[in-house]
């Protein structure tokens, strides 16, 4: 079993920011790329940023130059550093990992829980 928990969600005011976590654990050999979503009420859940395993990043068009998506392999665990925040960014925010467990030669997309960012006005 493999397992991706998130934290760092909360309430900030616009022009604040804040740092999610995301942490893999359980029976994995490796992990490929990994990801930010967000679903705001009443919307269809987006990419928001991804990073692949050497750490090529890729960003939506409405978060360039105020987000940054890192990850550190050794902790088998992505960030999202979140800058300049807008209240259009609050969604619940998702995070997933294109994980080859252990004992497999394919990859498989986990994801995490989610994990609540309100931005207020």
């Known amino acids: 079993q493999v397992q991706l928990v998130e934290s760092g969600g909360g309430l900030v005011q616009a022009g604040g920011s804040l740092r999610l976590s995301c942490a893999a654990s359980?029976?994995?050999?490796?992990?490929?790329?990994m990801g930010w979503y967000r679903q705001a009420p009443g919307k269809q859940r987006e990419l928001v940023a991804a990073?692949?395993?050497?750490?090529?990043?890729n960003y939506a068009d409405s978060v360039k130059g105020r987000f940054t998506i890192s990850r550190d392999n050794a902790k088998n665990t992505v960030y999202l550093q979140m800058n300049s925040l807008k209240p259009e960014d609050t969604a619940v925010y998702f995070c997933n990992a294109d994980v080859v467990p252990r004992a497999t030669t394919r990859a498989y997309r986990y994801w995490g829980q989610g994990t609540q960012v309100t931005v207020s006005s």
């Open positions: 990073i692949t395993s050497g750490g090529s990043t």
């Open positions: 359980g029976s994995l050999f490796s992990i490929n790329a």
